[in-house]
T-cell receptor, first 115, second 114 residues
C-alpha cells in the first residue's frame, strides 16, 4: 500500500523568501502525486499534480513541484512567498491500476508567513 | 463554478445520537468521498462511492455508514455517535475515468460529540 510522509509539521517563512515543503512517498511503481492547499476555514484546493512526463510540474498561485524517483520525493516550492500563502499543505499519492481513485494523504505542513 | 456543499459547518451532538452529514455536488461527478481530518493525522478516507447505490470502504469505516441514493448526494451516517468521532469531516467529488481526476472538496463540517 502507498503512504506519504510530510516530515515538517510547521514551517515559518518570511514574506518574500523562498519556500520548499517536503513530501516523501512509499510506493512500488510510479505513483500519481498531488499537492493540495487548505486555507483557514476552507476545503482543500488542488495546487498541482504529477502523472508522468516532465518531472517539474507547474501549478496555480506560482507553485511548482519536482518529482524525484531516486529520492521518492515530490517537494513543493515557491520562489517568493506572499502572506496569503499561509495555509496548510497536503501531499497525496494515488496508486495506479486500482480502478478506484483513492488517494492517501500526508499529515500536512502548516505554513506560517512572517512580515 | 464547481461546488461541493455540506449541510452544516458546525454540529454538536450527544453520545449515542444518530448523526447525518449531507454532501451535495453540482458537477455531475460519479465519484464522491468522505474523509475525516484530525490534527497530526491528515485526511483519512472513510468511504467512497463511484456510482449511485455503490460504496466502498476506505481506511477507517468502523462506526460509519454511507448512503448514495442520487448521483449528486452522498450522506455519511454515524449510527451511534461517540466522543472519538469528534472531528472535521470533509466531502469531495471527482469525475470518473481511468486516471486520477481532481477531487473537489466541500468546506467541511466540524462535528463535536459530547
Amino acid at each position: 500500500a502507498q503512504s506519504v510522509t510530510q516530515p515538517d509539521i510547521h514551517i515559518t517563512v518570511s514574506e518574500g523568501a523562498s519556500l520548499e515543503l517536503r513530501c516523501n512517498y512509499s510506493y512500488g511503481a510510479t505513483p500519481y502525486l498531488f499537492w493540495y492547499v487548505q486555507s483557514p476555514g476552507q476545503g482543500l484546493q488542488l495546487l498541482l499534480k504529477y502523472f508522468s512526463g516532465d518531472t517539474l510540474v507547474q501549478g496555480i498561485k506560482g507553485f511548482e513541484a519536482e518529482f524525484k524517483r531516486s529520492q521518492s520525493s515530490f517537494n513543493l516550492r515557491k520562489p517568493s512567498v506572499h502572506w496569503s500563502d499561509a495555509a496548510e499543505y497536503f501531499c497525496a499519492v494515488g496508486a495506479r491500476g486500482t480502478g478506484f481513485q483513492k488517494l492517501v494523504f500526508g499529515t500536512g505542513t502548516r505554513l506560517l508567513v512572517s512580515p | 463554478d464547481v461546488k461541493v456543499t455540506q449541510s452544516s459547518r458546525y454540529l454538536v451532538k450527544r453520545t449515542g445520537e444518530k448523526v447525518f452529514l449531507e454532501c451535495v455536488q453540482d458537477m455531475d461527478h460519479e465519484n464522491m468521498f468522505w474523509y475525516r481530518q484530525d490534527p497530526g493525522l491528515g485526511l483519512r478516507l472513510i468511504y467512497f462511492s463511484y456510482d449511485v447505490k455503490m460504496k466502498e470502504k476506505g481506511d477507517i469505516p468502523e462506526g460509519y455508514s454511507v448512503s448514495r441514493e442520487k448521483k449528486e448526494r452522498f450522506s455519511l451516517i454515524l449510527e451511534s455517535a461517540s466522543t472519538n468521532q469528534t472531528s472535521m469531516y470533509l466531502c469531495a467529488s471527482s469525475e470518473a475515468g481511468s486516471s486520477y481526476n481532481e477531487q473537489f472538496f466541500g468546506p467541511g463540517t466540524r462535528l463535536t460529540v459530547l
